[in-house]
Nanobody, 121 residues
């Protein structure tokens, strides 16, 4: 059974950093683009970042460009999201996703259950 499990969320002060991890199991996702989405309280889920299957290409939401970095380690079947200069508006549940067309369509075939990031002011 395919599974994506996020970790690394928590409470951090504004200006701080967190690193999220998403470990994949049940199948090899090394040939799939993978990405991160988030959903703030009372809002719809939104795109954050996506990385190509080989890691050579990335896309970011304008709201996180220059602050967040997505990376992956295919040997570990894991994708990361390094978040720096965090702001209170980054507070959300962060979800990992994988999908054959994810890099272009931002539509995921597989989803994790999410990890909560709370940024205090």
């Amino acid at each position: 059974q395919e599974q994506l499990v996020e970790s690394g969320g928590g409470l951090v002060q504004a200006g701080g950093s967190l690193r999220l991890s998403c470990a994949a199991s049940g199948r090899t996702f090394s040939n799939y683009p993978m990405g991160w989405f988030r959903q703030a309280p009372g809002k719809e889920r939104e795109f954050v970042a996506v990385i190509s299957w080989a890691g050579g290409s990335t896309r970011y939401a304008d709201s996180v460009k220059g602050r967040f970095t997505i990376s992956r380690d295919n040997a570990k079947n894991t994708v990361y999201l390094q978040m720096n200069s965090l702001k209170p508006e980054d507070t959300a549940v962060y979800y990992c996703a994988a999908g054959a067309g994810l890099f272009v369509t931002l539509v995921g075939d597989y989803w994790g259950k999410g990890t909560l990031v709370t940024v205090s002011s």
